[in-house]
């Protein structure tokens, strides 16, 4: 059978070029991530201000970052800037590591794109049913 492209072009030229051109976002990505982590941080905080206190709604937002940190850093683009452009390992074992536990994410890219697309929903309407007044937030402590 022939093969269907004269040459390999990899992902230079349009349509892999989109597949290519996304792995940008990354750098996008983490300062959200570092915003909505913030954001879950001051969950922590009862209605005065004062820390130490937690709800339900600390859980939902805590569950969906680290859903979103967990998707972000599943991202191959993430295992390429900790693992690629090395030749050996073996003189780098703190890279080394972080590739193992990105690789092991990575492994579950598709689960945790689904799983944090569905946790950004899920916390977006309670916070908007919270703020709306149809419920309040339960509080553990
Ligand atoms: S979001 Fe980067 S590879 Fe999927």
Redesign the pocket.
Known sequence: MAEPHAAYTGETRFPLILQNL??YF?YLAIPVAGILTYDAALGFRNADGAWGHAGLGTLVLVANVALIWAYTLS???CRHIVGGRLKHFSKHPVRYRAWQLVGRLNAR?MQL?WLSLASVGLADLYVYLVSSGVFADPKFF
């Open positions: 996304h792995r990354f991202c191959h683009s890219h794109a």
